[in-house]
């Protein structure tokens, strides 16, 4: 079975700092790997996504994480956060199936 | 852009009340999805769809069923409501997965249940 471990249940910020939320998976086969985000009131949405190729990834808000194969790692990057990421963040794994979800990172970032 | 609609915002009800979740998304997605969101449990999968009158349980089926008439229907229902079972409830869509896709998922904004 798959499974999603993120490191952080809650990560407080001040603005302009930098952000790494770690996500570590077990599936021993191919994936493809997520970060949704859920800001305040919204519905969950795609931040980035890893399908192949570049293990560096690019998503909106400037955003982008990096798949590291043998370390089973998909840890999120931003260099320097706004107030405005605050939110909670979810990291997935889809292996042979359905997409399975971390327990989510809530962020909150301070003026 | 991909729609997923869920009929109720917010919903109260008592226990042992059956209780229909409906959701539609206008992509034509094959794939439809329940999922509950918890307090520091992240989302959890009650039950998907893979096609019309198809169903596969989730991670926690228990005291759930759903039901799938149509492509882009797919309701969820809970038999006898219990208050264990207050939660937000996400609907989601997704292509099928292939070589070209990852079949990510598109949420709806969600139906907050409360059981009392």
């Known amino acids: 079975a798959q499974s999603v471990s993120q490191h952080n249940h809650h990560v407080i910020l001040s603005e302009a700092a930098s952000l790494e939320l770690g996500c570590n998976y077990s599936?021993?086969?191919?994936?493809?790997l997520f970060w949704y985000v859920q800001y305040p009131g919204q519905h969950l949405q795609l931040l980035l996504k890893?399908?192949?190729?570049?293990?560096l990834v690019k998503g909106i808000k400037g955003f982008e994480a990096e798949f590291i194969k043998s370390k089973f790692s998909f840890n999120l990057r931003k260099p320097s956060v706004q107030w405005s990421d605050t939110a909670e963040y979810f990291c997935?794994?889809?292996?042979?199936?359905?997409?399975?979800f971390g327990k989510g990172t809530m962020l909150l970032v301070s003026p | 852009d991909v729609k997923v609609t869920q009929s109720s915002r917010y919903l109260v009800k008592r226990t042992g009340e059956k209780v229909f979740l409906e959701c539609v998304q206008d992509?034509?997605?094959?794939?439809m999805f329940w999922y509950r969101q918890d307090p520091g449990l992240g989302l959890r999968l009650i039950y998907f769809?893979?096609?019309?009158?198809?169903?596969e349980k989730g991670d926690i089926p228990e005291g759930y069923s759903v039901s799938r008439e149509k492509k882009e229907r797919f309701s969820l229902i809970l038999e006898s409501a219990s208050t264990n079972q207050t939660s937000m409830y996400l609907c989601?869509?997704?292509?099928?997965?292939?070589?070209?896709?990852?079949?990510?998922?598109?949420f709806g904004e969600g139906s907050r249940l409360t059981v009392l």
């Open positions: 599936y021993g086969g191919t994936v493809n």
């Open positions: 997935a794994v889809r292996g042979y199936s359905t997409l399975t």
């Open positions: 890893y399908f192949s190729g570049d293990p």
């Open positions: 989601a869509s997704s292509l099928l997965a292939g070589a070209t896709n990852t079949g990510e998922l598109f």
């Open positions: 992509m034509d997605h094959e794939n």
């Open positions: 769809s893979y096609d019309v009158k198809m169903k």
